[in-house]
């Protein structure tokens, strides 16, 4: 079925590194791809999203390119800082009706 | 402009026991989806809920059941509590007409003892 694969964790980085957390989807159609962020305590906030191949999704430094001839969706930011700590998930959605997520990657940034 | 709310925040109950939990979408949304996450998951699909009717259900048991409401907010009911419920209960609204953008809630944390 549709489900989306990420980097596990935990990623721990010095403030200013770069930073990727991989993900791969599998689908049987064409979705929409998105990262969304969690920070403690909290719903979902939507990050970034893509709709169609090689759309760029970016936001807040964020950025993750759309590649259908990998099913790919990393997500990058060239400097991290220590308020970008949190859980980050992928997914993708092929209709209004089913997101699927990763299981998510736990990023903490150290000063 | 209020995003998506959820009530109440925590909640503790006992297996055996039914639980009802609320979502007020965001202003301007028609579809409300419920998702459970476990601690250190992602969100799994429950089902979502469109003119007040279950439009898709992932892989939950009949325990779970859902409602819409004219206003658009929506309930989820789970009965029969199993220590295994215990989670985040997150509601996600969109426009159905609009993007596949859902805007998430805080969620409701369930413990069931």
């Known amino acids: 079925g549709d489900s989306v694969t990420q980097m596990e964790g935990p990623v721990t980085l010095s403030e200013e590194a770069f930073l990727t957390i991989n993900c791969t989807y599998t689908?049987?159609?064409?979705?929409?791809l998105f990262w969304y962020v969690q920070y403690p305590g909290e719903g979902l906030q939507l990050l970034l999203k893509?709709?169609?191949?090689?759309d760029k999704g970016s936001n807040k430094g964020f950025e993750a390119t759309y590649r259908k001839e990998t099913t790919s969706f990393h997500l990058e930011k060239g400097s991290v800082q220590v308020s970008d700590s949190a859980v980050y998930f992928c997914?993708?959605?092929?209709?209004?009706?089913?997101?699927?997520f990763g299981a998510g990657t736990r990023l903490t940034v150290k000063p | 402009d209020a995003g998506v709310t959820q009530s109440p925040t925590h909640l503790i109950k006992t297996r055996g026991q039914q639980v009802t939990l609320r979502c007020s979408p965001k202003s301007g949304h028609d579809t409300v989806s419920w998702y459970q996450q476990a601690l250190g998951q992602g969100p799994q699909f429950i089902f979502q809920y469109y003119e007040e009717e279950e439009r898709q259900r992932g892989n939950f048991p009949d325990r779970f059941s859902g409602h819409q409401f004219p206003n658009y907010s929506s309930e989820l009911n789970v009965n029969a509590l199993l220590l295994g419920d215990s989670a985040l209960y997150l509601c996600a609204s969109l426009q159905t007409s609009d993007s596949y953008e859902q805007y998430f809630g805080p969620g409701t944390r369930l413990t069931v003892t």
């Open positions: 997914a993708l959605i092929l209709n209004n009706n089913d997101m699927r």
């Open positions: 893509a709709t169609k191949a090689d």
């Open positions: 689908a049987t159609g064409y979705p929409s």
